[in-house]
T-cell receptor, first 115, second 116 residues
């Protein structure tokens, strides 16, 4: 069975604070892909990053960084120096090689960045 | 536009009615997906097309739901005898390849379906 857990339902921070969104996944596949999507109030899901199971290198893109640890089945997302425009719901998702192309999403984390 | 488009953006219908939701994928994307997102939840997979054929329809909740993609581009999700529990945002996504690493799915804005 595949499963994605985002234990933090809501997070509220003040602008310029750093914030980490947690994602824990379950899969029996050795080949799989992990994703993060952002869903702003407009509702459209925006792709942020994809990681495959063979690449545990952490990645940084501007103020965003991702920490992939297979040992703990986690793929956490950190926003540095948060801004009001970062306010959105963030979803972590998993694609297993044996499940075709479907994405299994977590429940999402509502991030609110206050000025 | 260059992105995935969905029409209508909002649909209100009465219980028992039939509805059709349309998705226009990004040009050149061969794979198309439908998901359903209930309030406060993550999207849930419904069906996936590769070209004209449904490669995986295991997420369709029951036989009231059906989707087509006759020419391998635009897709229509059809719901018969709608029920109040069908109320949700229906999201469409497309991607360039069937599988492999280049499988970023790009999502449309969704159709908000309300069944009264």
């Amino acid at each position: 069975a595949q499963k994605v857990t985002q234990a933090q339902t809501e997070i509220s921070v003040v602008e310029k604070e750093d914030v980490t969104l947690d994602c824990v996944y379950e899969t029996r596949d050795t080949t799989y892909y992990l994703f993060w999507y952002k869903q702003p109030p407009s509702g459209e899901l925006v792709f942020l990053i994809r990681r495959n199971s063979f690449d545990e290198q952490n990645e940084i893109s501007g103020r965003y960084s991702w920490n992939f640890q297979k040992s703990t089945s986690s793929f956490n997302f950190t926003i540095t120096a948060s801004q009001v425009v970062d306010s959105a719901v963030y979803f972590c998702a998993l694609r297993q090689e044996t499940s075709g192309s479907r994405l299994t999403f977590g429940e999402g984390t509502q991030l609110t960045v206050n000025p | 536009g260059a992105g995935v488009s969905q029409t209508p953006s909002n649909k209100v219908t009465e219980k028992g009615k039939y509805v059709e939701l349309r998705c226009d994928p990004i040009s050149g994307h061969t794979a198309l997906y439908w998901y359903r997102q209930s309030l406060g939840q993550g999207p849930e997979f419904l069906i996936y097309f590769q070209g004209t054929g449904a490669a995986d329809d295991s997420g369709l909740p029951n036989d009231r739901f059906f989707a087509v993609r006759p020419e391998g581009s635009v897709s229509t999700l059809k719901i018969q005898r709608t029920e109040r529990g069908d109320s949700a945002v229906y999201l469409c996504a497309s991607s360039r390849h069937r599988g492999g690493e280049t499988n970023e799915q790009f999502f449309g804005p969704g159709t908000r379906l309300t069944v009264l």
